[in-house]
C-alpha cells in the first residue's frame, strides 16, 4: 500500500541554518503531497502542499518540490528561526485518506 | 466557525467505559475525517464523511468504534467500552470539497486516557 517515509528526529540546528527534512513516498497513481507542522501545544496546520509532479509548495519561506522520478517532497528553508522549532510531517493524499510520515521533530537554538 | 473546534479537549475515562468526542468542523466544508496520534507515531485513518455519501469506515480499529454525522455537520465519534490502548489524539479535520486541492484544516483534538 502507499507509504511515507520520512527522516529521524530530531533534528537540532542553530538559528540561521540551512534546513532539509527528508521525505520519500510509495504510492499507485498521482496522490497530492503536503507538509503539515504541528507547534508545542498546537494542533496540525498546513504548511505546504503540492498537486501534481514538478509543482513546488512554498510558505513561509519553507519550500518542497514534487518530485516524480525520486518519489520524494523534501521539506528546505534557507535560514531557520528559534520560531520554526516543531514537530513537521508529510503525508500523502490517497484517495481521501491522509498518508502520513512518523514526524520530525526540529529543534532550532538562538 | 472560523476553525474545526474539537470538545473535550482532553478525556480520563475508566477502562471499560464509553466515550463521546465531538467535532464541529468549519461552516461549509462538505468533508470530515477522524484520525488517531498514539504516543510516538504517525497519525491513523479512522473514518471519512464526504456529504450525504455513505462514510468510509474502513480505518475504524473494531467494532468498539463507531462515528456518525448529523446533518452534514457535527461528528461524534463513539468509543464503547474503553480500552488503554484506545488511548491517544483524536484528530478532526475538515476540507472544502477534494482535501487533495484544498488541503485539510484540523482541529487541536481530543486527548483521550483510559485509565
Known amino acids: 500500500g502507499d507509504s511515507v517515509t520520512q527522516m529521524e528526529g530530531p533534528v537540532t540546528l542553530s538559528e540561521e541554518a540551512f534546513l532539509t527534512i527528508n521525505c520519500t513516498y510509495t504510492?499507485?497513481?498521482?496522490?497530492?503531497l503536503f507538509w503539515y507542522v504541528q507547534y508545542p501545544g498546537e494542533g496540525l496546520q498546513l504548511l505546504l502542499k503540492a498537486t501534481k509532479a514538478d509543482d513546488k509548495g512554498s510558505n513561509k519561506g519553507f519550500e518542497a518540490t514534487y518530485r516524480k522520478e525520486t518519489t520524494s517532497f523534501h521539506l528546505e528553508k534557507g535560514s531557520v528561526q528559534v520560531s520554526d522549532s516543531a514537530v513537521y510531517f508529510c503525508a500523502l493524499d490517497s484517495n481521501y485518506q491522509l498518508i502520513w510520515g512518523a514526524g520530525t521533530k526540529l529543534i532550532i537554538k538562538p | 466557525g472560523a476553525g474545526v473546534s474539537q470538545s473535550p479537549s482532553n478525556k480520563v475515562t475508566e477502562k471499560g467505559k464509553d466515550v463521546e468526542l465531538r467535532c464541529d468542523p468549519i461552516s461549509g466544508h462538505t468533508a470530515l475525517y477522524w484520525y488517531r496520534q498514539s504516543l510516538g507515531q504517525g497519525l491513523e485513518f479512522l473514518i471519512y464523511f464526504q456529504g450525504n455519501s455513505a462514510p468510509d469506515k474502513s480505518g475504524l480499529p473494531s467494532d468498539r468504534f463507531s462515528a456518525e454525522r448529523t446533518g452534514g455537520s457535527v461528528s461524534t465519534l463513539t468509543i464503547q467500552r474503553t480500552q488503554q490502548e484506545d488511548s491517544a489524539v483524536y484528530l478532526c479535520?475538515?476540507?472544502?470539497?477534494?482535501?487533495?486541492?484544498?488541503?485539510?484544516?484540523f482541529g487541536s483534538g481530543t486527548r483521550l486516557t483510559v485509565v
Open positions: 504510492a499507485t497513481g498521482y496522490p497530492s
Open positions: 479535520a475538515s476540507s472544502l470539497g477534494s482535501g487533495q486541492i484544498y488541503g485539510y484544516t
